[in-house]
């Protein structure tokens, strides 16, 4: 048997709460559910739990509690090849930093909202549950 | 030519005269008492002075013996001639006396020229092999020492053009090799202080991004989509808290390049410093996360001072105090006066950091991370803080009275 689950959640993992605040909104205004974590264990749990949903992460290279490598090794496992990873960062080296972590795709920041947008919008697809 | 030949030369001259007007048969005894003197001090063939000595060996050297044998010939003929008064002989013999004597000149005119000739190709010879030794000494000094030199130089230039040092390492005991590790020990400090330079700009352009990033996507938000549902009252506080935070970063950095660079602006004036603790400790009290304050602070303490500017040290203390404090623990404030001193004491509490890791944070470009409950945030280390206090005459230092509990102490003059 088939079941077929619409992946269309993004998550924000990101110590700033007004920034996942802002994505929440950003995502509130295109119709993309945002799930929120300030940290990566937080992150974690809700891959553990929402994985299915997840078609995105914006994953911040600073997060408390934990080294940036092993952060992304740990989600880059848990969420599996169909979730993307994109890094958003104020570092001053971003490209760098995206190397260095194995992640394919960044956007430094300040970033604008329509970038967001596009982000948030695209890559939503049907895909068979794990 | 000796001295005792010019003397004797003059003297067989004075004879020739007395002899010249010396009657036949007459005795004379200024010729009597020339013959001594000739005999005593002037003769070389049995004479025995130094230079009647040295002279004869260098008649004997010559080959002219034969003319110390005359000499004596002369002599003794003299003197049988002034006992026989014969004035006649004792012409010719004086006449053959300075005869001798011009011969005994020329010999030794010849000796003195040839000891010239033989100095001046001494100095010669030694002023050739001294140069020839300078230069090889010099050459061997300068395969010595020209490649670290050479190696120093190399590594001064690359250095000025990239920026990075690579240890020298010259193991000698010379001065050279002192040159060289004061070098090391220099360019070391200036890459780490580079180092630092550019870890502290990139925490502080990361620092300013991120209130930016908030500000400019709400701003956005509101001026292009404004979704009906948008909390404005609540966006536009976060744009606030956000923009305000910015321009304390803002300033912050502005004031540190200004104390990097020694030119902080100072304007003192009289105020309540007891005022300005105690308002600061408010302000920030909402800031902190999981900590808070427990101050004793003594009233009506003023000083002449730059308020801005202490204020601006108050919040770097605390924020840096707070980052090292516990949680859920009380950061002990205690602020005093006495004997024309402000103090003011700041305990970390259960910190579990040691008053070195704390001391770090008064060189230049430090960052100290702390958890505002929203995040890690990044403040300007204590470099600032500590130059503003200076600039006001007073200290700021680190105590550890007792483990685990290191204090700030600031003290200033009133």
Known sequence: ?130 | MYEFQFKSVSAIGYAMAEAGSLKPGAISPTLEAFYWQYRKEWETASGTTKDAIHFRKNVEKAGASDLLRQESEILKNFKQNLDAQNTENIRKDLAALHDLNSRYAALENHYVMERLQSGRIWVLSIGIAGTILTLLVGLMVRRAIAPRIQRLVTEVRKFRETGEHERIADTATDDIAVLANALDAGFSAIASRNRDQAEFLSIAAHELKTPVTTIHGYASLLATQRPPDLDVDRVLKTIYRQSWRLSRLIDALFLAMKARSRKLDFEPRPFDLSELVQRVLIDMEPLLWRKTFQSKIDPQISILGDEALLEHALWTLFTCASAYSAENVSMQVVFSGADHRAKLTVTIVDGNVSKPEIEELFRPFRFVEYETGSGVRSAVGLYLCREIVRLHNGSLRVEENSRNRPEFVMELAR
């Not at chain 1, 700033?16 to 974690?44: H, N, T």
């Not at chain 1, 929402?50 to 092993?70: A, N, R």
């Open chain 1, 1 to 130: 048997m088939s079941e077929k689950t619409l992946r269309d959640s993004v998550l924000v993992v990101d110590d700033s709460e007004d920034f996942r605040e802002l994505i929440g909104m950003i995502g509130k205004l295109y119709g993309v559910p945002v799930l929120e974590a300030a940290d990566c264990r937080k992150a974690l749990n809700v891959l553990a739990v929402e994985h299915s949903k997840i078609k995105l992460i914006l994953l911040d290279y600073f997060i408390p509690g934990m080294e940036p490598e092993v952060c992304v090794r740990a989600i880059k496992e848990k969420a599996g090849p169909s979730v993307n990873i994109v890094l958003v960062t104020a570092v001053a080296d971003p490209a760098l930093r995206a190397a260095e972590l194995q992640l394919s795709r960044w956007i430094g920041k300040p970033v604008e909202p329509s970038t967001l947008r596009e982000l948030m919008t695209q890559d939503s697809s049907l895909r068979k549950p794990a």
